[in-house]
């Protein structure tokens, strides 16, 4: 039977003290409700409903950027979690199988942890709820077991001294079988001390109907919920600190882990070799054996195998590199490819271009690719040298084996193997440059007495 998902997007989180809505701050250049939607990919759900509320529309936006087949329903009014999952009613009529009830700001549930909730399902139980062991239970609401029979959730407001004094607490977390959940949750009422509508509560109207209803537990970080600025810094923490270990883990050299930070989506092959202070943005991946030294910036790019980025070197949406290909110190590439072999090894600009195998690039070489309204395309041939200082007014090709002098300004393509020199004709005007020297002191102290 398939899975679905319900994802509580709507609260307001006024605790951020921020104008976005508190699930579109965002952990590894990623929105937190993606990170919960990422965690139940094993389980290859079917309908996948975000329940929105405060700033609907941006959640939305979001939600389609993120995933187009993620359904955005919105409550109106937030009166309690059991409230915000009936929202998704009509999302998921119809629907076989289990639903999982995930939260927005809750972005470290580990797919190993669904799957133990989906076979706790299959053995048997209409409900399963996940709880941790809390070191300090606080607020939490708290679970009452018998065995492995959860008898009901009781929430902090509503728990007597000895409910308090349990520790297993619910994370909110919640598996049932599609039909079940919304018939539970039919039955669900307001009578508690904050006249809301509790999820929390179909436990204990399962229990009641003879339902079996049970809990599995995970390591308390996993439930780690984001409420504050200092909670969401320590969650991107967390998140680093977990990216970094299994770069290590998958045979990535980082020699100095704490200081690169990744994406949620950052994808570096065996052997590579990360040096410090580096920075991966969105849509990177990294292949076997490449190097990516200090002090750079990559997003939105592919780095070839053995391939050299930096150091002091920024990568832009678009980049890709070939095997072997050298981006040094000062160097900017965007929506450009370079070549096998290609070189670009200090303060150029290569935007909007297409460098071909084993080309060389010279110092201060800049794509000339935008008009003020359109861009242009520039081609560099295999084995092409680019002398230093070259302008390459785009659109415009330089063919292979082709060479440009140093301080050329190109505007007109240039053939296979031709040299192409754009340079003004130097003057030389003997002894003007002492007699300047001398003019401009005398003005300068004429101005000063």
């Known amino acids: 039977m398939p899975s679905h998902l319900v994802v509580l997007a709507a609260g307001a989180g006024t605790r951020m003290q921020s104008d976005l809505p508190k699930v579109l701050h965002q952990i590894g250049h990623a929105p937190l409700f993606a990170h ?13 409903v975000l329940v929105a509320g405060h700033g609907a529309d941006a959640v939305r936006k979001a939600a389609a950027e993120t995933d187009p087949d993620l359904q955005v329903v919105l409550q109106s009014e937030q009166l309690g979690t059991g409230h915000a999952v009936a929202q998704a009613r009509a999302a998921l009529e119809g629907a076989e199988g289990d639903v999982f009830v ?66 297993l607490c619910n994370s909110g977390v919640i598996c049932a079988d599609a039909a079940v959940l919304f018939d539970l949750i039919d039955a669900v009422g307001n009578d508690n001390a904050s006249g809301e509508y509790y999820l929390t509560d179909i436990v204990a109207i399962a229990r009641a109907q003879g339902m079996h209803a ?30 970094r270990d299994a770069a290590l883990e998958n045979g990535v050299t980082l020699t100095a882990p704490d200081t690169v930070y990744f994406a949620h989506d950052t994808e570096l092959g ?19 054996g490449a190097t990516i030294r200090a ?42 490819e370079l070549g096998e072999g290609a ?11 297409r460098v071909g195998a084993a080309a060389n690039i010279g110092a201060g070489t800049i794509t000339c690719n935008y008009d003020g309204v359109f861009k242009h395309q520039t081609t560099i041939g295999e084995r092409a040298f680019i002398g230093s200082n070259t302008m390459l007014v785009a659109p415009v090709k330089v063919g292979d084996e082709a060479m440009t002098g140093s301080g050329s300004v190109i505007t007109s393509d240039v053939p296979d193997g031709a040299l192409a020199l754009g340079r003004a004709r130097q003057l030389n005007k003997d002894g003007f440059a002492r007699k300047l020297m001398a003019r401009l002191k005398a003005a300068k102290s004429k101005r000063t007495n």
């Not at 919960?36 to 996948?48: C, I």
């Open 214 to 243: 049970t809990a599995v537990t995970c390591p308390e970080a996993e439930t780690m919920g984001i409420n504050t600025r200092a909670e969401l810094a320590r969650a991107e923490a967390l998140f680093q600190s977990r990216k």
């Open 270 to 288: 065996r052997d590579a070799v990360v040096e410090p202070h580096v920075v991966f943005g969105p849509g990177v991946t990294v292949e076997s």
């Open 343 to 353: 070189k670009v090894n200090h303060l150029s600009y290569i935007g909007d271009a």
């Open 102 to 167: 995930l939260y927005g700001d809750t972005p470290f549930i580990r797919p190993e942890t669904l799957t133990r909730m989906a076979e706790a399902r299959r053995d048997g139980a209409a409900v399963v709820v996940l709880g941790f062991e809390a070191a300090d239970p606080g607020r939490y609401g708290r679970l009452k077991m018998a065995g492995d029979r959860l008898e009901a959730i009781v929430e902090f407001k509503d728990a007597s001294e000895d409910e308090r004094a349990i520790t």
């Open 295 to 336: 002090f750079s910036h990559l997003e939105g790019c592919h780095v070839g195998a053995d391939a050299v980025v930096g150091p002091y070197a920024r990568l832009r949406p678009g980049a890709e590199l070939g095997n072997g290909a050298k981006v040094g110190n000062f160097v900017e590439i965007k929506s450009a």
């Open 36 to 48: 919960a939607l990422a965690s139940a990919v094993t389980l290859e759900p079917g309908r996948r």
